[in-house]
């Protein structure tokens, strides 16, 4: 045992007798929180009885307010000068065309060119293997034949061509995220003034929802690639700085301190220390990057990104399941290639190293083999139309699972919707009914005194000041119904994701068996783009706010799930034996014991859950859910709304701050804890394998 | 300063079986007036006079601000093993790491070969440490992506010397600490006790003229150590490099050391050859460092011979000052009277008293301690203090 593991040890026994004497505070502490809780949920109810209907701020479907028309106005401004205003002809015009110069090479080299037949730089058969042959070389034979496989599936689908445009796109936007990702992760994680600044900015970014930026970005750059692929990088760079910054600050001192020691420059600690230690930290970092721009390249159909988003945005606007379900499984495959060979190339960072010389030699050349065949496939299908475009004899895979999604999808319809419908009216009439009553339909001063308290009790007058400030905005944005409809659903579903990840949280944490049956399930879950989760549960529900809600259970589950799970382990065994010492039931452990001690990490998957639910939420404006999500898209959609989209995206970041900002705090205040290890709330999303995965 | 008087530095080296006398007493590093400040603002502390009588902790609960290292000033010889004691947390980590600066001293100045390296450049600074003085760590700070030989090599390639030539040096440099035949492993294939023979490796690798170490044997168990140990008595009698080392383990620095520095609450107490802090400890603190070690192994006859002439001396045997006490048993034991002590040889050889069987068994039997100041030629040296080592102008120079 190494001596820090040693120290961790002894240090854990005051750490947990720490804890078990705070616990006893927080039990006296909390029934005074939780009637204040129950109190003001009791004078909120009279409110809307007494006041309800009157102060409730409705706003018609086709009205704007004078902010929104204003903001129209300044959509027509920004039309009419974007080519005499200095600030567009010689700053964000230029961005824009550098990002759609270089979109349009990868989907021209990818994809389609513009003369003649359209027929891409690298036809099909090229593309193929040049890409199988790019991920034998980052990766092994296995990712290699997967990724052939997938390849061959996209036209087996009859999807090359969207697939090819969304490939494009992920790898332009990936080139962006790492060109300005990679240097910004390795200047935060050698400069302790810039991880404190770049922090909280990253931060911020992971609240906002997708759907937030695409305004504005529409606003500034129009809707076409160079949007979309902005879009994609704004979302996208966060986890690759972060993981690198997060690579290089995780070197041991002693390691750091060794290379000083021996006199070098910091280039060469940077370049021989620091990247080769952090180097399977950033390929994971990496990896995230490609699955987030996976995600928002297909959310980005939404402001003129081609590919397999749009055509599944279209088709769940046109309720298509069959379509849908087809396009989904293409970026399902795309999703789980990428994931494959990019966990196999952070695999080989380590056993390159360590293979023998003869080793390394033959898999040099197996690679240089692979690379020449890829040569040959590109010249073969710049020189042959039959290697150019996609063979037509082979079996068409996408008419079958169109058909199948169609009709799994109408006989669900047909033979279940009595227990489908009846839940999902339970569930709309039983509780988001009355949930969305009392949040629009109260007076929006008495739902705002109501947020501010309870911003009060989590973390008293900054968190109050941020609540009061971020509710102001919304009110002043004029959207405030539909951001209370958006919250009903966004709380709802929180609720059960909560649920959901205490329960199999607690189970995860106690049994290590269900651990390793469950944890890679909620891995590739976590890597599944956020469109792809709507398509099955339109099939089940139709489109209506209910489908939206369990959508956004399903994709924020697995984030929560794994929290509470690592917060439930990290309770001390010693503790959990004491307490079974004393005759507590297995139920009492949990209740008394492992549950309050991890109350810090249950308050981070709440936190987790909510801005998941948000997003997700507010994706579901596409299949019926309204409220916010519709504004945004409506907006992007019909000029005349644009104000109100505009706002809606703005109205979001509100939303998004005022949610984290309240579970944050009260996650600080349950867990400042001497000695036990912080679950970091941010990187947890395809959470970091464990050294042993 | 402290208060505690310090016997003068001993210019010449203990004459252990086998080692050279290594120092010739030419200082190689002298370090003056050091300080290292942790905290907010840590500058105001080095000038406080109002802090003087304040241990470490009480300058903490008072300011704010911990003073790892306090006003140290010393020198170190050329080829000589000068060891630095003290209790965990005394700052003796970082008294070393103040020496290249990878720890920045807040005051003073350190002084190689008369260089002052708290005033060089950063380049300049680089070329020390890669050229002049090496380090090994506790916890080894190998790079685990690099083989043993390439790790070895590291500090060669850092300064740019070809992959030929660094290969062939790092070969030869592996196969001194004896780690031949793996050089294609990796750390994490190597035992505790292996690995710090590549930091040690890696730090002979660049011929520096002086060697740091900062408690590199602590984390080995003890068998090991002893083997670490006697490889550095061998390389420093192969190479007489001179040798700063940690340790907060008594007897390794009484095996190791020529002088040893006791370091409390970051300021020195006491700085003397392993007989001095044992025969004379000037305080308290360091008369409980050294109450375990048996005397007789490590006082010499200086330290218990008697002025007085006995009533026969006629025929009695002789030894030298400098037989440690447990050696000259059988002698003393065999003779009938008291045998007489001598320092120096030939005709400078002067008497300087006679040691008694009972005298000798007094010691063994640690009747006591024996009483302060008693060694026999120490006089009027071992009331000088410290300070008085010291050039005036280089205490003054230094930045309040
Ligand atoms: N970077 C730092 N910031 C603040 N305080 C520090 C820092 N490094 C060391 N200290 C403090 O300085 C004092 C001396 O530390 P140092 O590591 O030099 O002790 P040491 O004698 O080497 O102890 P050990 O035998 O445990 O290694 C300690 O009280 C320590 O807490
Ligand atoms: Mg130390």
Redesign the interface.
């Known amino acids: 045992m190494t001596a820090p593991a040693q120290a961790a040890q002894v240090g854990e026994l005051p750490a947990t007798t720490a804890a078990v004497a705070r616990d006893r505070t927080r039990r006296r502490r909390l029934p005074a929180a939780g009637t204040t809780l129950l109190a003001l949920l009791a004078l909120w109810l009279l409110a809307r009885l007494l006041l309800g209907g009157r102060w409730t701020l409705p706003l018609a479907a086709a009205d704007l307010t004078p902010l929104q028309l204003r903001l129209n106005d300044l959509n027509d401004w920004v039309s009419g000068h974007r080519n005499t205003s200095p600030l567009f002809l010689y700053f964000f015009n230029e961005i824009r065309l550098a990002v759609d110069t270089v979109g349009t090479a990868f989907t021209q080299v990818l994809s389609r060119t513009d003369v003649g037949l359209g027929i891409p730089e690298i036809g099909w058969l090229g593309t193929t293997v040049l890409v199988t042959a790019l991920a034998y070389a980052v990766g092994n034979v296995r990712v290699a034949v997967l990724t052939l496989a997938v390849f061959c599936c996209f036209v087996l689908q009859g999807l090359w061509a969207d697939a090819m445009d969304t490939f494009a796109l992920v790898l332009a936007s990936v080139l962006f995220a790492l060109a300005i990702g990679l240097p910004l992760g390795i200047w935060s994680g050698t400069s302790r003034r810039v991880h404190r600044i770049l922090t909280p900015v990253l931060d911020f970014m992971q609240i906002l929802p997708s759907f937030a930026y695409l305004a504005p970005l529409v606003l500034i750059f129009l809707i076409g690639p160079a949007s979309a692929i902005i879009a994609t990088v704004v979302f996208a760079a966060p986890p690759v700085i972060r993981l690198t910054a997060h690579g290089l600050q995780q070197v041991p001192a002693v390691t750091r301190e060794a290379a000083d020691s021996l006199g070098v420059t910091g280039w060469q600690r940077l370049r021989t220390v620091l990247l080769p230690m952090a180097r399977r930290t950033v390929v994971i970092g990496i990896n995230q990057t490609f699955m987030a721009a996976l995600s928002m390249v297909t959310i980005a159909s939404l402001i003129g990104a081609p590919g397999l988003g749009l055509t599944v945005a279209q088709a769940l606007q046109s309720l298509d399941v069959g379509t849908a379900f087809n396009a989904g499984v293409a970026i399902v495959l795309m999703a789980i290639a990428f994931d494959r060979v990019a966990t196999a190339a952070g695999e080989r960072t380590e056993t390159a190293l360590r293979s023998g010389r003869s080793r390394r030699r033959a898999r040099r050349i197996a690679v240089a083999a692979a690379l020449l065949v890829a040569v040959l496939a590109v010249y073969l299908s710049r020189t042959y139309l039959w290697a150019a475009e996609p063979p037509t004899g082979w079996p068409d895979l996408g008419r079958l699972l169109t058909d199948v999604g169609d009709t799994v999808s109408g006989w669900l319809q047909a033979h279940l919707s009595t227990v489908t419908g009846g839940l999902k009216d339970a569930v709309t009439y039983g509780v988001l009914n009355p949930l969305e009553a009392l949040l629009t339909g109260s007076p929006f001063w008495v739902t705002g005194i109501v947020v501010t308290v309870v911003a009060w009790l989590a973390g008293r007058w900054r968190t109050a000041l941020t609540a009061v400030l971020c509710l102001a905005a919304i009110v002043w944005l004029g959207v405030w119904q539909d951001a209370m409809a958006t919250l009903a659903a966004t709380l709802l579903a929180t609720v059960a994701v909560v649920v959901l990840g205490v329960v199999v949280g607690v189970w995860m944490g106690r049994s290590r068996m269900a651990d390793r049956i469950i944890r890679p399930v909620l891995d590739a879950a976590q890597t599944m783009p956020a469109f792809v989760y709507l398509v099955p549960f339109l099939a089940l529900f139709d489109a209506s706010r209910f489908t939206a809600i369990v959508a956004a259970v399903v994709y924020a589950a697995p984030a929560a799930i794994k929290i509470v799970a690592d917060g439930i382990a990290q309770v001390p065994a010693a503790t959990v034996e004491a307490a079974t010492a004393f005759g507590s039931t297995r139920w009492q452990v949990v209740t008394r014991v492992q549950l309050p001690m991890s109350a810090r990490s249950l308050a981070l998957a709440t936190n987790q859950g909510l801005i998941y639910a948000l997003s997700m939420v507010v994706i579901g404006g596409m299949v019926g859910a309204g409220a916010l999500g519709y504004d945004v898209v409506a907006g992007l959609s019909q000029d005349q709304l644009f104000g109100k989209g505009l706002a809606a995206g703005l109205t979001l970041v509100a939303l998004g701050i005022v949610l984290d900002r309240i579970t944050q705090a009260a996650a600080g205040r349950s867990g400042r804890r001497p000695g036990a290890a912080r679950p970091r709330a941010r990187s947890t999303a395809p959470a970091l394998p464990a050294a042993g995965g | 300063m402290t208060a505690a008087a310090h016997p003068l530095p001993r210019t010449a080296g203990r004459t252990a079986p086998g080692r050279p006398a290594t120092a010739d007493g030419t200082p190689d590093f002298s370090v003056r007036s050091l300080w290292k400040v942790f905290g907010h603002r840590p500058d105001r502390i080095p000038g406080d006079r109002s802090l003087d009588g304040l241990t470490g902790p009480e300058v903490l609960a008072r300011t704010g601000c911990l003073p790892a290292v306090r006003d140290m000033s010393f020198d170190v010889a050329r080829g000589e093993v000068f060891v630095v004691m003290g209790l965990s947390g005394s700052g003796k980590s970082t008294l070393v ?1 103040c020496l ?1 600066r ?1 720890v920045e001293p807040t005051a003073g100045r350190v002084l190689l070969e008369g260089q002052d390296l708290t005033a060089l450049p950063p380049a300049r ?7 002049r ?3 090994v ?1 506790q ?7 690099r083989t043993v030989l390439n790790n070895v090599g ?2 060669l ?3 740019g010397v070809g992959r030929a030539e660094r290969n062939r040096r790092a070969a030869e440099v592996v196969d001194l600490v004896g780690l031949s035949g793996y050089e294609q492993r ?1 750390p994490d294939q190597l035992s505790g006790g292996m690995q710090q023979r590549v ?1 040690l490796a ?1 730090a002979l690798a ?1 011929d520096p003229d002086v060697l740091v170490f900062d408690e590199p044997f602590s ?1 080995l168990d003890p068998l090991i150590r002893r083997d670490m140990q006697a490889e550095v008595i061998r390389l420093h009698r192969d190479m007489g490099k001179t040798m700063l080392f940690i340790t907060h383990d008594l007897s390794e620095a009484l095996r190791l050391g020529d002088r040893i520095l006791i370091m409390r609450h970051g300021e020195l107490v006491q700085i003397g050859t392993g007989d001095e802090l044992v025969g004379a400890p000037a305080d308290d603190y360091v008369a409980d460092f050294v109450a375990d070690v048996p005397r007789a192994d490590v006082l010499t006859l200086r330290w218990i011979a008697r002025p007085d002439d006995p009533p026969d001396a006629a025929g009695a045997a002789t030894l030298p000052a400098d037989t440690v006490v447990r050696a000259a048993i059988p002698v003393v034991s065999g003779s009938a009277g008291p045998v007489r002590v001598v320092d120096g040889t030939g005709t400078d050889q002067r008497t300087l008293g006679w040691v008694g069987r009972d005298d000798v068994l007094a010691l063994v039997a640690g009747a006591g301690r024996p009483p302060h100041r008693r060694r026999a030629d120490a006089g009027d040296a071992a009331t000088a203090t410290e300070s008085a080592a010291i050039e005036p102008a280089a205490a003054t120079g230094a930045p309040a």
């Open positions: 790491r290249t990878l600074l680089r070329d020390v440490r890669r050229n003085i090496s380090m760590f916890h080894f700070g190998l790079l685990p992506h590291y500090g390639q850092v300064r990796f930091g890696r660049g984390a």
